[in-house]
């Protein structure tokens, strides 16, 4: 097994990947400005996000970078904490990906007061129009939540999910 900071590797990756995705966008578009990727349903859009995950805010900016500062350092050191209890290579590789997510849009945060945000997709009519922009930091994020999920569900035969006889 893998030694459980050799995967801070993998969150160096994902960090350098975003902040230069983040600056490509923001040395070559306008704000606001787009371009079709894939038609329609992919586009790039560059955008300033002010508040959290789906553009949650508090309603006021520094409010927002205060406490989303603040939220991101507390996670980062339970994500470290945790990284410390993981029992194998892929908690440890879940792990990785949300701390570099994590610490990827906290330099935005800090360094220009916003996260850049430019991942534009289309979303089924049904629920909203389209899915809020989003970048890689937040992909990252994202991913790995869902294969924590996955993991904690099916694979982890530490969770007890007691039989309530339903």
């Given at each position: 097994m893998?030694?459980?900071y050799s995967w801070l590797l993998l969150s160096g990756f994902i960090i350098i990947f975003d902040q230069i995705t983040k600056y490509l966008i923001r040395a070559r578009f306008e704000l606001y400005d787009s371009i079709q990727i894939i038609g329609d349903l992919v586009r790039f859009t560059y955008v300033r996000n002010t508040g959290a995950a789906f553009s949650l805010s508090f309603g006021n900016v520094l409010v927002n970078?205060?406490?989303?500062?603040a939220v991101t350092l507390i996670a980062?050191?339970?994500?470290f904490l945790y990284l410390r209890k993981t029992k194998n290579n892929f908690e440890s590789a879940i792990i990785s990906m949300?701390?570099?997510g994590a610490v990827g849009n906290l330099i935005d945060r800090i360094s220009l007061g916003?996260?850049?945000?430019?991942?534009d997709c289309d979303f089924p009519d049904f629920v909203m129009t389209r899915f809020p922009v989003f970048n890689v930091a937040d992909s990252?994020?994202?991913?790995?939540?869902?294969?924590?999920?996955?993991?904690?569900?099916?694979?982890?035969?530490?969770?007890?999910i007691e039989?309530?006889?339903l």
């Open positions: 893998k030694s459980k970078r205060i406490i989303f500062i980062i050191v339970v994500m949300i701390l570099g916003y996260v850049t945000d430019f991942i990252s994020i994202s991913i790995a939540i869902a294969l924590l999920i996955i993991y904690i569900l099916f694979f982890d035969k530490n969770v007890k039989d309530k006889n």
